[in-house]
């Protein structure tokens, strides 16, 4: 099932697209964010993700999060809301975003 053009389908999932896209500390660090609120404004998200990046920084590793499939963009007003695609996450990889979530930090941190 295709989301939208700017989302891959379920079916269109690859290990290593989703496994680069989670290689980044501050990717890890959205992804996790996102686990722990639901869903969030992009402002919010690098917020809670504890993030100090320039709002061109931030873009780029939502574009490429959501090219890879581990989140979801929609559009409401102004704002962008992300969230995760668990449930596509886990019918494809099943175990992996629980490993990436409930890895201790000490492991994730450069």
Same mark, same amino acid.
């Given at each position: 099932?295709?989301?939208?053009? #700017?989302? &891959? #389908?379920?079916?269109?999932?690859?290990?290593?697209?989703?496994?680069? #896209?989670? *290689?980044? &500390?501050? $990717?890890?660090?959205?992804? $996790?964010?996102l686990n722990r609120?639901?869903?969030?404004?992009?402002?919010?998200?690098?917020?809670?993700?504890?993030? @100090?990046?320039?709002?061109?920084?931030?873009?780029?590793?939502? /574009?490429?999060? $959501?090219?890879?499939?581990? %989140?979801?963009? /929609?559009?409401?007003?102004?704002? /962008? %809301?992300?969230?995760?695609?668990?449930?596509?996450?886990?019918?494809?990889? &099943?175990?992996?975003?629980? *490993?990436?979530?409930? @890895? #201790?930090?000490?492991?994730?941190? @450069?």
């Open positions: 099932m295709l989301i939208d053009e #700017a989302h &891959p #389908a379920t079916a269109d999932l690859r290990l290593p697209k989703v496994l680069a #896209a989670l *290689a980044d &500390p501050a $990717r890890l660090l959205m992804v $996790r964010a609120v639901g869903e969030s404004s992009c402002t919010r998200l690098q917020q809670t993700a504890g993030l @100090t990046i320039s709002r061109s920084t931030f873009s780029h590793h939502q /574009r490429v999060l $959501r090219e890879s499939g581990v %989140i979801q963009v /929609r559009v409401r007003g102004s704002q /962008r %809301i992300l969230s995760l695609r668990r449930d596509d996450l886990d019918a494809c990889f &099943p175990g992996l975003l629980n *490993a990436v979530l409930h @890895t #201790a930090s000490e492991f994730i941190e @450069t």
